[in-house]
């Protein structure tokens, strides 16, 4: 196992006395809620955390002249949270961002707006929320008030906090949060780690553009770049380095390359979707049964959409 910049996975264990165990999806619905059964305040660096328990990792910044969240779970966990920011800094939060639409990382505005200056989204991120659940009333939807469509920073007391859109990959309007003199950097969910990822075609994602984003982040942050993801197989891989953001685009070049071989030898969708593996990552393990046949069937959309 790799080391991670300030804060080992060893320690990590020990700060978050975290168990080891699969996460899994509802079965009624493969986006779902991730079901994680352990939650966690944790301190990575500084006045710097991330916060587990259902749902997206969200990550804190607290200081004494600024608080900055990254994304908002669900409205009874963002409660949970709130509970646990508030012994730490009486401060309202300055800034919340969201990494994109999906119902596991922003359905906590609803809860967070009350002790929130600012919400703050790509300007494609608010279009997908309020096209997947806006017409909704069973889930009620807080959107962001501040829009940008490439990149946005704020200077909050010695922070620097930039927000950047490289284009689509997992949806349609992924952003990538950068806290740039602490040099970690939320990347949504740009990355499952060590585990099969959820591809949200519908919500404007693509699987070939994937590798280019992710190529595009391995080159625009530095190897010595402190990653969250919003996904891991277990709560240790919540956090990484470049080697972990690597590993996530050579599994997705893997799974491109080998759907592609496929269709080129005469494979059906249904044929593909039968493959035991995914060649180099046999090993690599789902969050729900179900999902590395996801990602063949979906992986064969994109890629036969223009010949159908």
């Not at 685009?249 to 044929?271: C, H, M, P």
Request: hydrophobic share 35%; proline share 3%; with cysteine.
């Amino acid at each position: 196992m790799n080391n991670y910049m300030s804060i080992s996975r060893k320690d990590f264990l020990k700060a978050c006395t975290l168990a080891a165990g699969g996460i899994i999806l509802k079965s009624s619905n493969i986006l779902g809620q991730l079901q994680e059964k352990t939650e966690g305040f944790i301190t990575l660096r500084d006045n710097f955390g991330i916060y587990i328990e259902r749902g997206g990792t969200i990550a804190w910044l607290a200081s004494s002249d600024a608080v900055v969240v990254v994304d908002s779970q669900f409205p009874d966990t963002a409660k949970n949270f709130t509970a646990s920011l508030q012994k730490i800094t009486p401060r309202k939060i300055d800034l919340l961002f969201n990494t994109h639409h999906h119902g596991d990382h922003t359905p906590g505005n609803v809860y967070l707006k009350n002790y929130t200056a600012k919400i703050v989204a790509h300007e494609n991120c608010i279009e997908l929320q309020k096209k997947s659940y806006g017409n909704d009333p069973g889930k009620p939807q807080v959107y962001a008030d501040t829009t940008f469509k490439d990149e946005w920073s704020a200077i909050l007391g010695k922070e620097k906090i930039t927000a950047k859109y490289f284009s689509p990959a997992h949806t349609g309007g992924d952003s990538v949060i950068h806290f740039e003199s602490l040099n970690i950097a939320h990347v949504g969910d740009l990355v499952f780690n060590r585990t099969f990822p959820y591809i949200d075609l519908a919500g404007g994602g693509s699987v070939v553009n994937w590798i280019n984003v992710l190529e595009k982040v391995i080159k625009y942050y530095s190897k010595e770049t402190l990653f969250i993801f919003g996904h891991g197989i277990t709560n240790e891989f919540v956090t990484g380095s470049m080697q972990d953001v690597n590993l996530m685009k050579d599994y997705i070049s893997a799974l491109v390359d080998f759907v592609s071989n496929e269709i080129k030898k005469g494979r059906t969708k249904e044929q593909i979707a039968l493959a035991d593996e995914i060649p180099g990552f046999k090993d690599l393990k789902e969050m729900r049964a179900g999902l590395k046949k996801m990602n063949l069937e979906k992986t064969y959309d994109e890629l036969t959409k223009n010949k159908n």
